[in-house]
């Protein structure tokens, strides 16, 4: 018995040496999906914000000339993680953020100016956590929404500019006090915010 009991201490203390001599690397993470299906309730999850006509290059750019078509884009998270962001100010695991792009219309109806949104979804993408890291789904030519491989330059932007845990926190009127509160916003975000100028992400090369 004695022998048993030994062997069996023998094995775990072996077991446990293993593991620290090998820690589990990233690279040794699954993969997440090469693709990710559309919730079909998304329309139904936490509602985060609508903006238009957003762009994150300076003023005088071609994306803002006046002739161009107006978009909207409106940010849904599902509602298990909107809850835990709410106590700590931080995304679990299995985040997931869609946003819909929707064009702008004018004279709808009886509005006589500014713009209001399209029946029609014209664009979708999204920015789910998995595994702990986070990935960008954005729609393909068969309308499916294939994973947006790294270093796209989705992730360097998140990276470098973003409020909380790599999303763009502070565009979610009612999630940035939270952060602030909770003492999650990320060096670079508190960096920029006193340096306004460092704000502006460099032109694409």
Known sequence: MLKAVAFA???????????????VKAADKPAPPA???VPADYREWQYLTSGIDMTYTQAGADSLKTEHQSVFD???VNPEAYKVFKQTG??????????????????ASINKGG???NADV???????????????????GDG???????????YTCHEAHA???TTFVQFYPTLLPIAKTKNTLSANYLKEMATPEAATPAPAK
């Open 9 to 23: 201490v023998a094995a775990s203390t072996l077991a446990v040496a293993l593991v620290v001599a090998h820690p």
């Open 35 to 37: 693709t990710m299906p």
């Open 74 to 76: 409106n940010v849904f």
């Open 90 to 107: 931080t995304w679990p695991d299995n985040t997931t953020f869609v946003l819909e792009n929707r064009k702008g219309e004018a004279a």
């Open 115 to 117: 713009r209001t949104q």
């Open 122 to 140: 014209s664009g979708l993408e999204i920015h789910r956590k998995v595994n702990n890291e986070w990935a960008f789904y954005v729609r393909g």
């Open 144 to 154: 499916t929404e294939h994973l947006l491989p790294r270093p796209a330059s989705c």
């Open 163 to 165: 409020a909380v845990d």
